[in-house]
């Protein structure tokens, strides 16, 4: 498909295990963002790639929060030792041009909800 | 104290009808200024994004308008239909070159026949 696809699109899992997200981006746009969104809340920042440039990690909320992306092509968000407060939406976005400061428009996958028992 | 303030934050109107949606900022220095519109269960979609030069721009029966000098941003829905019936988050780029973006927590619209 043209749009980005992010998979699982639910995920239930038991506190203390691993889990692992992933983000197909859009063909072509190098720049990528995570972002979680818990019920009622806006979307909260994660991390950001820009083509080969380092990521821009400062939202994630813990150690046990980390994401890789090859290149510029697909993207795994990785949650170690889950726990119940990670219960959210993941979001993945990409957009043509890296930096929001331009006038790119994001495009959104439709995220995975993530239930933690 | 979030940065993007959206009012009301839920919003039931008659199909046919139109509607205004409002969205107070603090962030600075400012970059620009989106709307998207989110169905339930997906991803945000772009409305318009709007530089702070931009008083207006529309997509279709949205139009946004950008008042930069008193941080106020408002998404008007002409015409409603069912099919508008979402949430409508209003998000400001901050301009300092960290690539964040402030979101508001939305307008939840529903529309009724």
């Known amino acids: 498909g043209a749009g980005v696809s992010q998979s699982p699109s639910n995920k239930v899992t038991e506190k203390g295990k691993d889990v692992e997200l992933r983000c197909d981006p859009i063909?072509?746009?190098?720049?990528l963002y995570w972002y979680r969104q818990r019920l009622g809340q806006g979307l909260e920042f994660l991390i950001y790639f820009q083509g080969n440039s380092a990521p821009d990690k400062s939202g994630l909320p813990s150690d046990r929060f980390s994401a890789e992306r090859t290149g510029e092509s697909v993207s795994t968000l990785t949650i170690q030792r889950t726990q119940q407060e990670d219960s959210a939406v993941y979001l993945c976005?990409?957009?043509?041009?890296?930096?929001?400061?331009?006038?790119?428009?994001?495009?959104f996958g439709d995220g995975t909800r993530l239930s933690i028992l | 104290k979030n940065q993007v303030e959206q009012s009301p934050q839920s919003l039931i109107i008659l199909e046919g009808k139109n509607c205004t949606l409002q969205c107070n900022y603090t962030v600075s220095p400012f970059s620009n200024l989106r709307w998207y519109k989110q169905d339930t269960g997906r991803g945000p979609v772009s409305l318009t994004i709007?530089?702070?030069?931009?008083n207006t721009k529309s997509n279709g029966r949205y139009t946004a308008t950008l008042d930069a000098d008193t941080k106020q941003s408002s998404l008007h829905i002409t015409a409603s239909q069912l099919s508008d019936s979402a949430s409508y988050i209003c998000v400001v780029s901050v301009s300092y070159g960290n690539n964040r973006l402030a979101f508001g927590k939305g307008n939840q619209v529903v529309v009724i026949p």
């Open positions: 709007m530089t702070f030069s931009e």
């Open positions: 063909s072509g746009h190098t720049a």
């Open positions: 976005a990409s957009s043509l041009i890296g930096g929001l400061l331009g006038n790119q428009p994001q495009h």
